[in-house]
């Protein structure tokens, strides 16, 4: 066997931080039970798609344009965009399965449909969306993961944005939001260096929030300790 591969032939990718934390209350057991099966996006877990099959996004949301989140945490942002486009489909990714029970939760209270979740690696959806088939990303308050020996674990590195990269459609928008002074300052290197245009022109393009924003819970708790958001917009030539 290849040691460099998982006994399922999924390639060696180390994962870097919790899957689960604080119990769950009933409430979000049942709808990790009986909600979650129904919306998901097809197979793109290794063990059960070890061909890597594409998914089929016609059929799925029925030829909307499709945009994906990754690192939804609490939906918030996820579910006001799915209600803002309903004539959008919208794939959100997140492992920490806390984040996927609220977010649950959220769906059934807003009643949209227009959604799908992945609780997982964002990398493994990377494996089987189609190319060339996202028209739109976000990557919003991700882990700043601090110290400078960890920051090779930070979403924005070559190792998550090729493939990214890849799977958007020319001319897709990437946005990014964080407050973390040495984030945006790797963004800025790295997102670029991947392929992608920064967008902006004056300092008002990335010290104000998209016109569509809605404020996470991240962001309300770095306002409350005074650091600055960052809104930084990208895109893919066409």
Known sequence: ???????????????????????????????????????????????????????????????????????????????HQAQSYPDVGIIGCEPFINGVAMLLGKIRDSGVTNLRVHPGDARDMF??????????????YPDPWPKKRHHRRRFVT???????????????????????PDYVRQTLIEVPKAGFDWLAERPGDW???????????????????KRMPHYMTFRKPL
């Open 1 to 79: 066997m290849n040691s460099s591969r998982h006994p399922s032939g999924a390639p060696w990718r180390n994962f870097y931080g919790r899957f689960k934390g604080k119990t769950l209350r009933p409430n979000q057991k049942d709808y990790l039970e009986t909600d979650l099966e129904a919306l998901s996006p097809g197979a793109v877990s290794w063990e059960e798609n070890p061909d890597r099959t594409p998914l089929d996004l016609k059929d799925l949301f029925g030829g909307k344009p499709v945009w994906l989140e990754i690192g939804f945490g609490g939906g918030e942002h996820l579910v």
């Open 158 to 180: 070559q190792e998550h944005l090729a493939p990214l990269y890849d799977v958007l459609a020319p001319g897709a928008e990437f946005r990014v939001a964080t407050d973390i």
């Open 207 to 225: 010290r104000h929030p998209w016109g569509d924003w809605y404020s996470t819970r991240y962001e309300m708790k770095a306002l409350r300790e």
């Open 127 to 140: 494996d089987v969306l189609p190319p060339g088939s996202v028209e739109k990303a976000f990557l919003l």
